[in-house]
């Protein structure tokens, strides 16, 4: 879900639904799926060089997933040949344990490309062939699974499936992409089915769901083939649909909640759009649209705008209530993804370059950065912030920086 930015925390709290409590980061983009942490005395400048890696650690195999870190356990998947594996390992990069969860992908960009979701001694996974998987968290034993493109007819896409799934009350959300099931929703706890959404007949865009509480409903929010789509998360029913057309099929961005019934879509090529809606869910008003920030699969965050990068490698800083364009240059040497925290910008180009950003009322200034050495293959997982530490997956190296302020 999002990381947060001030002035608006304390709204964007109260519009949030999580699963974990404190500073943990126990899924996909943060603990409220918003690519944002409340942490506080963080570095605000590196040192050249970049700040000091604390650990490393060497044999996750292939993929781009990125971490979820919980009470001091950092937890990701990984392919070695054709075999997807779970990992935890201790936050001095020993590993814990190492469970196998069956064939990955071995497509186009082959490798693990979800990131697991904790949920208090459970964590969930969702594979690249449409696999959801239910772990304890402690030992790693398998509590069960579920092959959701076989039992739902869905059908998987070009580059894989690259949902993380979401976990609310007693129900685990994933979008197989059948007929009559392009969204369902599990029992967490027997991966029995709850209900399946009827009539979308769109297959699943790479996209992972958030939810949205009001005071009246539990709103569903995601993207699918060429639909944004809102659902009532209790019964599955289809409360509407906006035709959302994106080049090659990819909204693999997780839509952004903000305060006042408003959420942010944005996708490769198309660009995005805020809506705001009732809070019963019933309809919606599109507030604004702009093909400014038309980010690919970086994720965008809320911190003195609207920040993320673009198709053509310039990141990107807009208005929130209005969608101008703040800012809008080749900042680094590629796009890339972003995270927040401290009112600071996290951003990790695709050509391996961190940096620390400051985002102002005029637009985005660099303030550090430095090469991710370590690892081969492309720089896609997203970057995690707990604990005063920066984790970064390139392929199969995991790494630790020491970013708390002494």
């Known amino acids: 879900m999002e990381r947060i930015f001030r002035p608006f925390l304390s ?38 060089g970049g700040p000091a890696m604390l ?8 993929g781009f997933a990125s971490v979820s870190v919980v009470e001091g356990t950092i937890y990701t998947t990984g392919m070695i040949e054709k075999t997807g594996y779970l990992f935890a390992i201790y936050d001095n990069g020993n590993l814990k344990w190492k469970k196998e969860y ?23 996974i969702m594979s690249g062939r449409g696999r959801i998987a239910c772990f304890k968290r402690e030992e790693g034993d398998l509590v069960w699974q579920v092959d959701t493109l076989d039992k739902f007819q869905g059908k998987n896409i070009k580059w894989g499936i690259a949902e993380s799934v979401l976990i609310d009350g007693d129900k685990v959300f994933c979008t197989p ?22 009539g979308l007949s769109n297959l699943s865009a790479y996209c992972s769901p958030i939810l949205y509480e009001t005071p009246k409903k539990r709103l569903l929010f995601t993207m699918v083939e060429k639909l944004i789509v809102c659902v009532d998360s209790e019964n599955g029913k289809v ?48 507030l604004w649209s702009s093909k ?8 965008v965050v809320l911190q003195r705008g609207l920040c993320g990068s673009d198709s053509k490698g310039n990141w990107v800083q ?44 005029d637009g ?18 997203h970057p995690v912030i707990c604990n005063g530490r920066l984790y970064i997956r390139h392929g199969d190296v995991l790494m630790a920086f020491d970013i708390k302020k002494k």
């Open 11 to 48: 709204i964007v709290i109260l519009c949030s639904s999580s699963v974990c409590t404190g500073q943990d980061w126990n899924q996909f983009r943060g603990p409220r799926r918003n690519g944002s942490t409340t942490e506080s005395s963080l570095l605000s400048k590196w040192p050249d």
């Open 55 to 62: 650990w490393s650690f060497e044999g996750l195999g292939k």
């Open 102 to 124: 069956g064939p990955e992908w071995t497509g186009s960009y082959p490798g693990t490309r979800t990131t697991p979701t904790v949920d208090g001694d459970r964590l969930y």
């Open 177 to 198: 992409g059948g007929k009559d099931a392009t969204i369902v929703a599990l029992n967490k706890h027997t991966g029995q089915t709850i209900w399946t959404t009827k």
């Open 239 to 286: 409360l509407w649909t906006i035709p959302h057309e994106t080049r090659n099929d990819i909204a693999a961005v997780t839509p952004l909640r903000y305060c006042q019934g408003r959420v942010y879509f944005t996708s490769h090529g198309t660009g995005g759009t805020m809506i705001r809606f009732p809070q019963d869910g019933s309809s919606y008003t599109e």
């Open 292 to 299: 400014a920030l038309d980010c690919l699969h970086g994720g």
């Open 318 to 361: 807009q208005n929130i209530s209005t969608g101008e364009v703040i800012f809008q240059e080749k900042l680094l040497d590629a796009k890339g993804s972003i995270a927040c925290a401290d009112r600071m910008l996290y951003c990790y180009s695709e050509k391996g370059t961190l940096a620390l950003v400051e985002p102002r009322h």
């Open 364 to 381: 985005m200034k660099l303030v550090s950065s430095f090469k991710i050495t370590k690892g081969t293959g492309e720089h896609w997982a």
